[in-house]
């Protein structure tokens, strides 16, 4: 029988005394009567196929695999992804001698011809035989497990594939492909299309400033809309956006915020639970209206990735980057045994779904006997790797390696979208009325669409309005009751440095109307610190709105506010409470929202660029392809923000400072004393566009920079700190930077 024959090799070749159990085997007689005794492989090749399996199922090759990369690296020899993963498959196959493999597919590129003698070694250090299998797993827990796991892939291999695929999958009998993502292509066309596999909107060369903000606005809105809906799941929208437009940093706000939340629905899944995210949030905002709120509705759209900034000949130009992750309930077969034998609820990120194979005779599974893992946006993945065409040069990628570039022409900004967001052969849409890239079509069919198209879109501001009446602003836009009686107590000996320790909202309400100067600070960064934690974005950014509308009572008419923020990764906790929600946050976005809709006028950006903050780590672990570029974040946000017509000369602020991050950790030991320092610089910016006589304020104090550089220049300051830590800190660092000669001068 041909059951008890499968199994008695097995147990021959592995030298296991391993029974299948009872349901295992009734399970395997209904998967064997899919197919003809005929189909059965020979034995040889049954063997071959079960030794890489278990090769690759328990690792054995893996310090052989690292000694060939290492040494490789040691030649200063680096393989790209794709590479490494067709060398770790040949190591892992018994029947495939390596060097010879290697000889024939490196030899030609002459940097790799110095590796052939240790291709050689590699040959004869790799297993390529049957082991003792009760021996190897003798202390393994899950012994079970894992020898299943084996089992079951290697009957998966003692037919051959195509066969399997046309028992599993009708699709295949109607037609058969090979290339999974050929079949997906003729099978799952709505899925996988690649008709719009990018859309660019370059906006400079699109759309012209319009003296009504909201105007420009809800054109740029019609465009995004439009290019949601026209996206390939799982691609990319870039918007491109210069100093042509003197409301750029309004306008990047509205933007990123419209493309995050403008789908607002119920959202009909478990890991939605709106009725804990509405308790919690009005639990913190008292006065909140539950009705207007409408919790029920979450928040969906685009998912923003990423903010460059370019120069081009010393203009400026911000490249914002949004991938469309738009949940689809559609199956897929499986991309190893091409079953719908699949299922699968959870949702490793917002809007993409993943399955997990549940064809017990699957020949991918994991060590511990699950089946393959797999979701649309990652075979998207797989496919760019496995395509030698999408390739992408090394000298784009060290480029654009970080998210600040600069570079001599605008050509660099396409050629780096099309080749690190898109896939060859796709077809990318560009709407500008400018064909920059000419004749370069990089293997992609590009369309172009111009302004003339849409002459007569938005020619109102209703889409604007619309925007702004959405339910997720009224989450967080509730006003706070002033405080009239609060205690503040100076804990300064400088005269010229005011430190308060206390809440900020409750120490601004005790400052009089009018009385400050200017402003600078770097808030707490919502959830980011132990010692800032909220519960959801709405009860910090309730917090950030009345705390600023204080600063913007307290300022005089026409004085600056320079606002330090960082769009780092966090979770929202709005829509999932689970890693799944994880995302690069649009704090700075959110604090440009709040201060207009304060009063504040918003006059610009200063980038402070941090430099190569995280070292030498490569971006994208050596892979080459699309989709896996994910340059260094090294620049935050100095928002500029005036309370009406400014009354200082903005031209005195560049558009950007170099400055590296304050040292704060040496030898695992904060030095510094605060987790998070901004340099002096930043309120030396604020002290530049300040009249000397003037008070000038920092509401979030930590470890009084802004007081310490404004008392070097004789400048009097008020500093507002919560916890009682760091004013011990400012204190301590206030006598050590001036001690007492800087106090005699003062009185003096």
């Not at 003339?452 to 209703?462: A, E, Q, R, W």
Request: aromatic share 14%; net charge neutral; glycine share 4%.
């Amino acid at each position: 029988m041909l059951i008890n024959k499968l199994i008695a090799h097995f147990q021959k070749w592995n030298l296991t005394s391993w029974e299948p159990s009872e349901d295992l085997l009734q399970e395997l007689e209904g998967y064997l009567s899919l197919f003809s005794l005929e189909y059965i492989r020979p034995e040889s090749q049954i063997k071959s196929s079960l030794i890489f399996l278990i090769n690759e199922r328990l690792n054995l090759n893996r310090d052989v695999y690292r000694f060939f990369i290492d040494r490789a690296a040691e030649q200063k020899k680096i393989f790209n992804y794709h590479q490494k993963l067709n060398i770790e498959e040949v190591i892992n196959h018994p029947d495939i001698d390596f060097s010879l493999w290697f000889r024939d597919n490196f030899h030609p590129q002459k940097e790799f011809s110095s590796l052939l003698k240790i291709s050689k070694e590699v040959e004869v250090l790799k297993n390529r035989d049957f082991i003792n299998l009760d021996d190897y797993l003798k202390d393994e827990k899950k012994y079970l497990d894992v020898i299943s796991s084996i089992f079951c892939s290697y009957i998966y291999h003692c037919i051959p594939e195509e066969i399997v695929h046309k028992a599993l999958n009708k699709n295949c009998r109607e037609k058969y492909f090979y290339n999974y993502f050929d079949h997906l292509q003729h099978f799952h066309k709505s899925q996988v299309s690649r008709n719009k596999g990018l859309i660019v909107i370059d906006l400079d060369n699109f759309i012209e400033e319009n003296s009504n903000y909201d105007v420009l606005l809800s054109k740029v809105i019609y465009l995004i809309k439009e290019a949601y809906h026209d996206l390939t799941n799982h691609c990319y929208l870039s918007v491109i956006i210069g100093e042509e437009f003197s409301c750029k940093w309004s306008l990047i706000s509205d933007i990123t915020i419209f493309c995050e939340k403008f789908l607002e629905h119920p959202i009909k899944r478990t890991y939605f639970r709106w009725k804990e995210v509405e308790n919690q949030t009005i639990d913190y905002i008292e006065n909140l209206d539950r009705r207007n709120c409408e919790f029920e509705n979450g928040n969906e759209g685009f998912t923003y990735k990423d903010c460059f900034l370019v120069y081009v000949d010393n203009q400026e130009k911000s490249i914002l980057l949004f991938e469309k992750n738009e949940r689809d309930e559609t199956l897929i077969p499986c991309p190893r045994c091409r079953t719908f034998q699949v299922q699968g609820n959870s949702y490793p990120v917002i809007g993409v779904k993943s399955l997990e194979c549940k064809n017990l005779f699957c020949g991918e599974k994991s060590k511990y006997n699950r089946g393959k893992r797999y979701s649309l946006a990652s075979i998207i993945k797989q496919k760019a790797i496995l395509d030698d065409n999408n390739i992408i040069e090394k000298q784009i990628l060290k480029q654009w390696r970080r998210d600040v570039v600069k570079t001599s022409s605008v050509v660099d900004i396409f050629v780096f979208l099309l080749k690190c967001y898109s896939l060859y052969d796709d077809t990318i849409i560009i709407y500008s009325n400018k064909e920059e890239l000419g004749n370069k079509k990089l293997g992609r069919n590009i369309t172009y669409k111009n302004s003339s198209l849409y002459g007569n879109i938005s020619l109102d501001d209703k889409l604007a309005k619309d925007y702004r009446k959405l339910s997720f602003f009224k989450r967080f836009l509730c006003n706070k009751e002033h405080v009239r009686e609060y205690p503040t107590l100076n804990l300064s000996d400088i005269p010229e440095v005011i430190l308060y320790k206390g809440d900020a909202f409750q120490v601004l309400c005790q400052l009089s109307s009018e009385s400050i100067g200017g402003a600078v600070t770097s808030p707490p960064y919502y959830n980011a610190r132990d010692y800032t934690q909220w519960t959801n974005i709405y009860c910090y950014l309730y917090d950030m709105y009345n705390i600023s509308k204080e600063v913007f009572r307290c300022l005089k008419l026409g004085s600056p506010y320079l606002f330090n923020i960082f769009d780092y990764f966090d979770n929202e906790n709005i829509i999932v409470f689970s890693d799944m929600g994880k995302k690069r946050l649009i704090l700075s976005s959110y604090i440009s929202f709040i201060f207009r809709h304060i009063g504040f006028t918003h006059l610009g950006n200063i980038a402070w660029d941090k430099g190569e903050i995280e070292g030498h780590r490569n971006f994208n672990q050596g892979n080459y392809s699309p989709y896996y570029q994910s340059p260094l974040n090294c620049w935050e946000h100095i928002l500029v923000f005036s309370k009406g017509e400014p009354s200082f000369d903005l031209l005195k602020l560049p558009k950007l400072i170099q400055e590296k991050p304050v040292i704060k950790m040496v030898r695992g030991k904060n030095i510094h004393g605060h987790t998070a320092p901004f340099p002096e610089a930043i309120p030396n910016l604020l002290l530049s566009i300040v009249p000397s006589e003037e008070i000038i304020l920092d509401p979030f104090a930590g470890s009084t920079t802004t007081g310490r550089a404004a008392a070097k220049k004789w400048r009097q300051s008020i500093n507002i700190e919560l916890h009682q830590e760091y004013c011990d800190l400012s204190i301590d660092l206030l006598k050590k930077q001036f001690g007492e000669v800087l106090q005699k001068s003062f009185f003096d």
